[in-house]
């Protein structure tokens, strides 16, 4: 793989962060309904929804198979629901147990106020959305879109979603040998996305090019597309606040 250099460990880069994160916006969600941050903003979730629109556009036919890694409190995959995709074709997976709570709890909720302004039934609201505890580093995604996919079948996502999870995972603790936990991401992301399917993502600690040289090394991927990004300049030279860069894996 490429040398990237990666940013200093953080309690960013820890479980223990996350799962107090979470327990405290589970909390809040109970007590007042709070759903919680949205990692990097709300402009952020539009772009990457309308990528997806562009290049994966919802299909009553053959509806396209959808996972984030890292899901959180679920708002991308909400967010993708209300613009067209099959809820039953949706899926999250986050290694924090209070994150994937909350996202029930936000889809029960939502399912809620869907059957009272649709007639549509429950298979067709937000609750649909299916979300699992998965330590994707270590474990099996727990579901595939295909029923009739054997148990080995791993490439089965028409599109595979990242939010800020990469950045999180580069800021936890090296190995005794210097190894990032971070650094079987990449391949792993490669063998779960359906030949001629996307990945795609969105960071704050990594630039385009950074991203490309991450994705493309060691793995079945190559780059696809960028969604643009404010840009901003500082000492003669220009940057972006984020960077979303989407691959595929050839056909």
Known sequence: MSEVDLPPASRLGTKEHWDNVYASELANFAEIGDEGEIWFGEDSVEKMVDWAMDNIPPSSESPPSIIEI???????LFALHEAGYAPNRIYGVDYSEDAVKLSQAIGRSRQEQHEEDDEAGPEAGPAAIRFAVCDFLNEPVPFSPEPSAGTEETAV?????DKGTFDAMVLAQKNNDGKSPADTYPSKIGDIVKPGGHFLITSCNFTEDELKAKFTSGTSLIYHSRIPFPTFSFGGKSGNVYSSVAFQKPA
């Open 157 to 161: 996502w028409d599109l595979v979603l």
């Open 70 to 76: 890292g899901s959180g409190n679920g708002t991308l």
